[in-house]
């Protein structure tokens, strides 16, 4: 085919494109009112704008036959793509100007674009972000994942509590996928393994009666920023084979071939919407296969396709990064393809297997760590828990060599626990299995090290590692913030957008006043824009004068949204009892999704709710203090919060919060930390200096040493404030047509095995708080703390944590694409 002659970036050339887009592909006209078929309509033309350089970069990948890294992960949570695509292509101002010729508005169309909200929060986020740097680095990284019909639920809130709605992402049409049916894969469930013996005698294995299921790939563009490159992210979706429709019903068994058809088209459906893991859940455990199986089997398929069925150099050109262990079964989906499918013996793929896989650790918490029962996987894998088992019989020989007689040792480190049902940790099976293993903040590698993977380090030192986690300014900067990036940009350039580290150029400008005073007009702004979608979501009026502290993540006892609570109900205490010498007034904003079946995170929602109404509603908090909680918190809302902030609140116990990315995310805003030594905080803290964080709490070993004799009931009664704010909770003054709603809440906070020592930290809590506040009044002073947190925000770019992935890890050169002609 010859070449067609490449879209122009120019203004005429997006808006006589929309135009056609709008009449032709959509068959649209003037008397349509709704704004939806325009954004459909600049969407298109900006996709057309990708689809030259999504080609050209593959080309180049293919002709270059690189080495090349696969992430694969359950979740990706994307956000809005339109705004992200049109930065990096560079065509914003282009794009604005076209719109204003024919009479619509940015803001307006990009506002018709749902989330696509494939992820819970951190995990999935991270993931974004990644794949936005490995297309800005030019690096060949395919993100692997699954196309969820239903993605993390919508929030709303009735009368204080929440109530999850589903997510039809899909209703109106995704312009950002393009499906590809030619790369459809099968995948197999069920059914026996059986040995058989060639004519050479050597033993093979198949896998037979299976119930096959199909994988449809859904390919994404994710386009580098101004580069050229534009890389993909594959979905996989499930869907029924043909035998459903002929096989069992020409057998008379018309509903079963129904009801099996339906349930391999369920397979993707939805977005399991806990952020900790789900306990032995069948069709997560098929989920987790699906996505490993089909992506492992594109990946064969591709490299027999261009390098026939030598695999000698496999392993030198091909690596799989495991996010978190959920698609950890591709260790053992790996070692089946390359012996019962390509024929190879244990011995030369576990060399292949063990040299690709890499897996990433998100979490400290022993209870999140997956673990599925053996029957279920010996039902649903019967092949592949076989594998399992002849990887763990062959690492227990190691460990066996290595500590002769120690059984204790081994029965620790056995990828098969042995309780009174087996179940596969599989945590365990992804270090064995892979030739790296890493954390996600020094803190978080460290304590990994210390403690949960304490024997594997011992064992094998050299696989353990930390990567810093990030997060990507092209969007959690340069496209929610304009007015910070336009200050920002006409006082040191552009360049930081793809060199973060530039930023540190900022630091002398904040001794500059008349320069401190246009960041804190940008602010400003900024704070009136969160202030209007505080009042449209929750019906809260926030003055923008006021000083804006927020805390946005997921609900989880471990993050403490109760302790910020407790604080929000201190200050109202102050407030009626006449103590306001000193007083900052302070807007606090919390927003965040509880799993649908963890009842002590919805209590807090609805506790957060109940206090927020008592306190807007009294008047003597006027102008003194708001609290609102802040309904379906997700990316795109985020993109409006982290710019408006002034406060950011990472308070989780210390050891607890494996790195967190809000809080890069705020800081690159210019919103100061309060926060514990905990994650990636203690690395924010370094960045910016200690006068530049407000710290408190705990550390992580003084929580370990505190375990056993806590006496939250004594440090209550020794301290009138936390005193007064119990005894209001305990006297209903929020739940006063509700009685006893709060009683869990009070005896979580009251009990000596509370793991996440909300009394504890209260006190110092507090003090941070009102050094904080005090810090607020001088305007100025805070204004440079702002500036030196946004300057020295550099390190949590994503692009230097994938920097260090590809020269750690992966091994990876940057490639560039074919020029566009
Ligand atoms: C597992 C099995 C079954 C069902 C659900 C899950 C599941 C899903 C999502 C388990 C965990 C998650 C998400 C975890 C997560 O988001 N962790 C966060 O990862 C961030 C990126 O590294 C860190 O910054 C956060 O500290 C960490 O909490």
Redesign the pocket.
């Known amino acids: 085919m010859t070449e067609l002659p490449a879209r122009t970036l120019d203004a005429d050339g997006l808006a006589s494109d929309l135009r056609r887009h709008y009449s032709h592909t959509l068959g649209r006209d003037k008397y349509c009112t709704t704004p939806h078929y325009a954004y459909q309509a600049l969407a298109l033309t900006v996709r057309d704008r990708l689809m030259d350089r999504w080609k050209n970069t593959n080309y180049a990948y293919i002709e270059q036959d690189s080495r090349r890294a696969y992430y694969l992960s ?2 990706y949570l994307m956000g809005r793509a339109l705004g992200n695509a049109m930065l990096n292509l560079g065509i914003q101002d282009a794009a604005t100007q076209a719109l204003g010729e024919l009479g619509l508005v940015m803001e307006e169309l990009a506002d018709c674009e749902r989330d696509a909200g494939l992820g ?5 986020r ?1 993931a974004a972000c990644f794949l936005d740097s490995c297309a800005t680095l030019q690096l060949p990284v395919i993100g692997y994942g699954l196309r969820y019909e239903y993605g993390m639920f919508r929030q709303e809130i009735a009368d204080g509590h929440q109530v999850e709605e589903p997510d039809h992402w899909l209703r109106n049409g995704h312009v950002w996928e393009l499906e590809r049916p030619e790369y459809t894969q099968r995948i197999q469930f069920g059914g026996h393994t059986e040995s058989w013996t060639d004519e050479f005698g050597k033993l093979h294995v198949r896998w037979l009666n299976t119930h096959d299921v199909l994988a449809v790939p859904y390919d994404v563009p994710i386009p580098g920023y101004r580069n050229g490159t534009v890389n993909t992210l594959r979905l996989w979706k499930s869907a029924a084979t043909d035998e459903f429709d002929l096989g069992e019903f020409n057998a008379g068994s018309y509903t079963e071939s129904v009801r099996a058809k339906n349930d391999a088209e369920h397979i993707t459906m939805v977005l ?1 919407p ?5 306990s032995g ?1 069948e069709l ?1 455990l098929k989920q987790q296969y699906f996505l490993a199986s089909a992506s492992l089997q594109d990946v064969l398929r591709h490299w027999i396709k261009f390098h026939g069925s030598d695999f000698s150099q496999f392993a030198e050109k091909n690596c799989f990064q495991l996010n ?1 262990t ?1 698609p950890t079964i591709a260790v053992a989906e790996l070692m089946r393809l390359l012996m019962d499918v390509n024929g190879m013996e244990w011995e030369d793929a576990w060399g292949i297997t063990s040299r690709t896989m890499a897996y990433t650790n ?2 400290l918490l022993p209870e ?1 760590l ?1 673990k599925w029962p053996v029957r279920l996987f010996r039902r649903l894998l019967p092949r592949l828990l076989d594998i399992i088992f002849e990887i763990n019989a062959r690492f227990l020989k190691q460990v066996a060599q290595r500590w002769p007689g120690d059984t204790e040792r081994l029965a620790r480190m056995s990828i098969i626990e042995e309780n009174h049902e087996q179940m596969v940790r599989m945590a365990y099976l992804a270090i064995v299995g892979s030739y790296s293993v890493n954390g ?1 903040a020094a803190l978080h590698s460290q304590l990994l090290t210390e403690g949960l993977f304490r024997d594997f380090y011992e064992l094998w030192p050299d696989k353990f590692n930390n990567k810093t ?1 990030g997060v990507t300014q092209r969007r959690w900067l340069a496209a929610c913030n304009p007015g910070l990036s336009r200050l920002i940009t006409e006082s040191i350039g552009g360049d930081w957008v793809s060199d973060l580290a530039q930023l540190r150029r900022l630091l002398p400008l904040a001794d500059d006043a008349l320069f401190r005073e246009r960041w804190r007009t940008v602010k400003f702004d900024n704070k009136v824009r969160l202030a209007a979608l505080v009042q449209d979501d929750c019906g809260v009026s926030f003055d923008p004068e006021m000083m804006f502290d927020v805390q946005v993540k997921r609900i989880h006892e471990y993050k403490r949204q109760l302790l910020n609570v407790l604080h929000v109900i201190h200050l109202y205490d102050r407030i009626k009892r006449g103590d306001m010498g000193d007083w900052t007034p302070r807007a606090v904003l919390i927003g965040g999704k509880a799993a649908p079946g963890y009842a002590m995170a919805k209590r807090i929602i609805k506790l957060i709710n109940n206090v927020a109404d008592v306190i807007n509603s009294d008047p003597d908090t006027f102008g003194l203090l708001r609290l609102a909680f802040l309904p379906d918190y997700r990316v795109s809302a985020m993109e409006v919060i982290c710019p408006g902030t002034d406060l950011s609140e990472q308070i989780s116990t210390a050891g607890k ?5 809000g809080n890069m995310k705020f800081m690159m805003n210019g919103a100061i930390t309060i926060g514990t030594l905990d ?1 990636a905080n203690i690395e924010i803290r370094e960045e910016a200096g200690e006068e530049n964080f407000f710290l408190f709490g705990l550390t992580a070993a003084e929580v370990e040493a505190l375990r056993g004799n806590y006496d939250p009931n004594a440090i209550i009664a020794a301290d009138a404030d936390l005193m007064r704010v119990m005894a209001l909770i305990e006297a209903g003054q929020f739940n006063q047509l509700e009685p006893g709603i709060f009683d869990s809440i009070v005896h979580a906070i009251r009990n000596p095995h509370d793991p996440w020592l909300v009394a504890a930290d209260f006190r110092s809590y507090v003090d941070a708080q009102r050094r904080a506040a005090a810090a607020y009044r001088d305007q100025d002073s805070w204004t440079r703390m702002s500036i030196i947190n946004s300057a020295t925000s550099g390190k949590f770019s994503t692009d230097r944590t994938i920097s260090e992935y590809a020269a750690d890890i992966w091994k990876l050169q940057p490639l560039a694409a074919y020029d566009v002609k």
């Open positions: 359950l979740e819970n929060g951190g995990l999935g991270l399991y806990n952020d900790a893991s789900e859940k997560r978190d959920h998100h979490t999140a997956e996600v986690n919060e494996a790195s967190g990315t994650g």
